[in-house]
């Protein structure tokens, strides 16, 4: 599907209004347009499909498995060592 330029211009103000770095912006929207563009699906345009593409692939370059379990990683061994200091801090008060 060909996609004139008011219909990228929608797909870039959605991205713009999820994604804060414009290289992450440009990069998401290339690939967006690529995809829609490679497509021989001779449908109409339809937004409401594109904001769908547009999260599954935001949520597949941001939270990636790999991230997701550094996150857990680190906020396991910040809680160990908070409470760590809380209960020294209890005991040499005490």
């Given amino acids: 599907m060909k996609l004139t330029a008011h219909q990228q211009l929608q797909i870039r103000d959605h991205i713009g209004k999820i994604i804060l770095s414009k290289s992450a912006c440009d990069e998401l929207f290339d690939h967006i347009v690529t995809s829609l ?3 021989s699906e001779k449908e109409s345009f339809n937004m409401n499909k594109v904001k769908g593409m547009i ?5 597949e370059m941001i939270n ?4 997701v379990k550094k996150y857990k990683l680190l906020n396991n061994i910040g809680g160990v060592l908070m409470f760590t200091v809380a209960l020294i801090v209890y005991w040499l008060t005490m």
């Fill in 64 to 67: 990636t498995d790999e991230e």
């Fill in 55 to 59: 999260e599954l692939s935001f949520k």
């Fill in 37 to 39: 563009e490679s497509s």
